[in-house]
Nanobody, 122 residues
């Protein structure tokens, strides 16, 4: 069982930045780590993934968000720059075994964090 805990959410004005963190209870080279978000009344949306050094991003966040992982692989980050009001939502860390693009489909995710709130104001 993999336990994931997110932190770093909060309120920011449009154009500002936040960095989210996700700490895992396990260390494994073979887990893909991803980030999703969910706005009220909408489906959970995949944003970014990282698997063995390979990254993938949704079109909506390309050039603004960056996923990374520390050298010990216990923590994955989502650096969010130039935030927009439409980025508001609950952000979730995710893990999936042996997947090269684990943010493509929420239904395939093996483990979820509890979520952290991000609010971007105009």
């Amino acid at each position: 069982q993999v336990q994931l805990v997110e932190s770093g959410g909060g309120s920011v004005q449009a154009g500002g930045s936040l960095r989210l963190s996700c700490t895992s209870s396990s260390i494994s080279t073979y887990y893909c780590m991803g980030w999703f978000r969910q706005a009220p009344g909408k489906a959970r949306e995949g944003l970014a993934s990282l698997y063995r050094g390979i990254t993938a991003y949704a079109d909506s966040v390309k050039g603004r968000f960056t996923i990374s992982q520390d050298n010990g692989k216990r923590t994955v980050y989502l650096q969010m720059d130039n935030l927009k009001p439409e980025d508001t939502g609950t952000y979730y860390c995710a893990a999936q075994l042996l997947s090269a693009d684990c943010a493509r489909d929420a239904a395939n995710v093996g483990f979820w964090g509890q979520g952290t709130q991000v609010t971007v104001s105009s």
